[in-house]
């Protein structure tokens, strides 16, 4: 019965847009699409979306194992502030991180000449890392400081140099938490859209951007469907992967080994120097640069955001808050959806709950835009036509929000102590009562934590909703920015940082709402 | 027929039988010890009993009430876990208020009731306080109010103590088991530490190949174990082996062959060349405080005495049996 709200859900918006971009793919001769446009250009687009992935990946993880071991293992002042502010980036919008390193390119004089990175795979790259080094972080931070380090005491009482003991013992103790987290990561960036299209620029080609390109640029729906069922293949393999690697990560809990130490002053200050370049500096250039106008500093491109420009059909403010308004109820149904979801996948029969599981992380990585591209085909005619639908928008970001929910309550609802339940129904309490007085207490906090996670993907969202019809009123704003950082002005550039600005400030209080409720809960992003 | 029956209870994991056709009763205010080694099925009865799981066979009766149908959460039976089942979300009033509260005792009383609780097992002024700020020995006293609070019929202790400390243990157990007695309360009380047993059981109940094996006071399973089993669970260590003309170093103790069990405090060690026993070797001899444990090594066989005056090792004693020191077992 509970699962019928979520079934329904995710039938008519999910698995049907899906099973249409298959549909059509099945009928129209996948083959004879890649040979029309051309073999090697397809196999150069795969091979690219692969590698710039595995690139990414790498890079993401060697440069966050430092700051995993600070934080992991150390206690000075200001170490939750920093944890949050290496969470920021992966919730900052794609669009605004596209517009922090555009600005810092443009600032640093990288965006020409001999020492090009905008529109490289440079920029990318660095972007991707910018983005993911929360996701190394939080997964292997936190087995890290789950798992303790007596075995490394042990290998240095037994003579082993530090150097040793991290690459015998602590390096193959990390092992599942390390290739968890790369899965995501790889996952995340094989499926990255709007920072390959802004900061890669017209001629980079992933499988997501020419997706993208095919449909909405060109029209050319019947070589965007090949591109979409390829891709769909890829991230479903991805996907399948990541959560096998998921299962086996089991966080251990903290044993009490008295008080973390202090770290070295020489760890702390690089730590500090490496995340603060990475992280600070593009969010710093941007802010400078949303101020600047003429040479001079002001808040004349705040002040614009009210006017509206030829570019975009109404005033960046209207998209800021039609932004807001879907991010509310995309909030709303990702939380009553993942919420039932999360309940029936712990407690579930094992089909329906294995079933559930995975259906509903599959929007996570079946990656937004074909999410978008599915429902630019399927929900436009009968039965389900929402073209005009004020609720298009805010389904398409309910679902991307969905599997956020599920990763912060179903470990949460999984780790309510059976015994807890044991003991209260042994004190008398029926099994409904159970869930009320016990599973609900522990898991809302849970649940504030998914609703915050899925307000704040929402704000940002880009990549699905770049493929719905855009009644001019209905535009967000995230695709307002994206329009403003394709065209170039000084002008509509100091308006494009100011409005980037905006949304990281609404993306950053979500954040900090999450880690203040967040306290005990660890793991899932 | 009062108090607790099991009759017949059978439980399988798989292939594996854990319990067959066991029976047991538990007559009211009286506190039965399950004793047994571990993975011998004492917690899988527990939990039956509990109502956590269903038995493959038999049945649980309380007087003549057959619970075996009755879901857990209207037996009326208190349990309290190894370690730490409070809820993390409450405070230690709310905690102890649980069981009250689901059965809707009114505020008012429910409070006096709690206070009631909490000062029986001594944390007076301890309700506001937050679970995680508890001692481990403050925890399992939060614990046992909580079950006790609804006034259950039954209370069930499944190693109650086991992740305690030597020091805290035996003082809690020596306070848990005048409580149990003073209220007059029913309990089935689980562990594997006989020591914890002899302190705290009216009866002792020793659990062997999924059934009880033996069940008595403890002083009467002390001092006749029955069988090997029993014996070793209730931590005798001069178990000896005899021939078939029931022989052995320290001479003819029994008619055939079979295990007898010499009762160390029924043995006495004096100087050798009196002529009055087997003459030993002293092998070990640890001072335990109010006695001194000595290990004495007479031909192949080695047996522990308590002694009140210290022995040096290598000394060599004569070896004294006393009358009723032999218990044959089967």
Redesign the interface.
């Known amino acids: 019965m509970v699962a019928l709200v979520p079934v329904t859900f995710l039938t008519a918006f999910f698995v049907y847009p899906i099973t249409s971009i298959l549909w059509r793919g099945a009928t129209a001769d996948i083959g004879a699409l890649l040979e029309s446009f051309g073999k090697p250009t397809f196999v150069r687009i795969v091979w690219f979306t692969i590698w710039q992935a595995v690139a990414s990946t790498a890079l993401t993880v060697v440069i966050a194992l430092p700051a995993c071991h600070l934080l992991a293992l150390h206690r000075f002042r200001g170490r939750s502030a920093l944890r949050a502010a290496t969470t920021v980036p992966f919730v900052l919008p794609t669009v605004v991180v596209g517009g922090a390193f555009t600005a810092l390119f443009d600032r640093l004089g990288l965006d020409g000449g001999a020492f090009r990175v905008h529109h490289t795979i440079w920029a990318v790259l660095l972007a991707h890392v910018f983005f993911n080094v929360a996701v190394v972080i939080r997964t292997v931070g936190s087995f890290w400081e789950g798992m303790g380090i007596g075995p490394e005491e042990q290998a240095r009482t037994l003579g082993a140099s530090s150097w040793q003991a991290l690459r015998w013992v602590t390096l193959p103790r990390l092992g599942p938490a390390l290739a968890s987290a790369a899965s995501i990561v790889f996952l995340f960036c094989l499926t990255s859209f709007g920072v390959i299209l802004i900061l890669g620029g017209p001629t980079m080609a992933t499988l997501e951007t020419e997706v993208w390109r095919h449909a909405v640029l060109r029209g050319d729906l019947p070589s965007a469907t090949a591109l979409a069922v390829v891709q769909l293949v890829a991230v479903v393999a991805a996907v399948a992967v990541t959560n096998r690697l998921q299962r086996r990560l089991v966080v251990p809990r903290r044993q009490q080994a008295g008080r973390l130490p202090k770290p070295d002053r020489r760890l702390l200050a690089a730590n500090l120097a490496g995340l603060g370049l990475l992280i600070g500096l593009p969010v710093a250039v941007l802010l400078e640069r949303s101020l600047s106008i003429n040479g001079g500093y002001s808040f004349r491109n705040y002040s614009a955001l009210a006017d509206r420009v030829d570019l975009l059909p109404v005033s960046s403010l209207v998209a800021l808050s039609n932004s807001l308004l879907f991010a509310t109820l995309a909030t709303g149904l990702a939380v009553l959806v993942g919420g039932l979801t999360s309940v029936v996948v712990v407690h579930g029969r094992h089909w329906t709950s294995r079933l559930l599981d995975l259906g509903m992380t599959l929007p996570l990585g079946a990656s937004a835009v074909t999410l978008g591209f599915g429902m630019l085909i399927a929900l436009d005619e009968p039965p389900l036509d929402l073209r005009s639908s004020r609720w298009l928008v805010p389904v398409a970001h309910a679902l991307v929000g969905v599997p956020f929910v599920m990763r912060i309550l179903v470990p949460t609802l999984r780790s309510v102590?059976a015994?807890?339940r044991?003991?209260?129904?042994?004190?008398?309490?029926?099994?409904t009562?159970v869930r009320m007085?016990?599973d609900l207490?522990?898991a809302w906090r849970g649940l504030l934590v998914g609703a915050g996670f899925a307000f704040a993907v929402s704000i940002g969202e880009f990549g699905a909703t770049s493929f719905l019809p855009r009644s001019p009123d209905r535009l967000t704003a995230p695709l307002a920015l994206f329009r403003l950082l394709g065209t170039p002005g000084e002008a509509l550039r100091g308006q494009a940082m100011a409005l980037a600005v905006v949304l990281m400030g609404i993306t950053a209080c979500a954040v900090l709402a999450i880690e203040r409720v967040r306290g005990p809960i660890r793991g899932g992003l | 027929m009062s108090g607790l029956h099991v009759e017949g209870v059978g439980v399988s994991y798989g292939e594996l039988a854990v319990l067959e056709n066991l029976d047991l009763v538990v007559q009211r205010s009286e506190v039965v010890v399950l004793l047994g080694p571990s993975g011998s099925g004492k917690t899988t009865l527990l939990r039956v009993v509990?109502?956590?799981r269903r038995p493959d066979s038999g049945r649980i009766r309380w007087g003549g009430e057959d619970l075996t149908d009755i879901?857990?959460?209207?037996?009326?039976?208190?349990?309290v876990?190894q370690d730490n089942?409070?809820?993390?979300?409450?405070d230690v009033e709310q905690n102890v208020a649980?069981?009250l509260r689901?059965?809707g005792v009114p505020t008012s009383s429910r409070i006096r009731q709690v206070a009631e609780m909490l000062s029986l097992v001594g944390l007076d002024g301890f309700a506001a306080r937050s679970v995680d700020a508890l001692s481990g020995g403050e925890t399992q006293r939060v614990a046992l109010a909580?079950?006790l609070a609804?006034g259950p019929r039954l209370l069930l202790l499944d190693e109650p103590f086991g992740s305690l400390d030597r020091v805290l243990r035996d003082r809690l157990v020596g306070e848990v088991g005048g409580l149990l007695r003073s209220l007059g309360q029913t309990a089935l009380h689980v562990t594997h530490d006989r020591d914890e047993a002899f302190a705290i059981a009216d009866r002792i109940a020793v659990l062997g190949k999924g059934r009880i094996e033996r069940i008595g006071t403890p002083t009467e399973l002390w001092a006749e174990p029955g069988t090997v089993h029993v014996a070793r669970c209730l931590g005798h260590q001069n178990l000896i082996e005899l021939d078939s003309g029931g022989r052995c170093a320290l001479g003819r103790l029994h008619e055939g062959a079979g295990t007898v069990l010499v009762h160390g405090d029924r043995v006495v060690i004096g100087p050798s060349g009196d002529g009055r026993g087997p003459v030993g070797t002293v092998v070990e001899s640890v001072f335990r405080g109010e006695i001194t444990l000595v290990r004495v090594r007479v031909g192949n066989l080695v047996i522990g005495v308590p002694s009140t005056e210290r022995v040096d090792v290598g000394s060599e004693v004569a070896v004294v049996l006393e009358p009723g020191a032999v218990v044959p077992l089967d």
């Open positions: 102590d015994r807890l044991e003991a209260a129904a042994v004190l008398g309490a029926s099994p009562r007085e016990v207490p522990i | 509990a109502g956590l879901a857990v959460h209207r037996r009326g039976v208190g349990l876990f089942a409070l809820f993390p979300h409450r649980f069981g689901v059965a909580r079950a609804p």
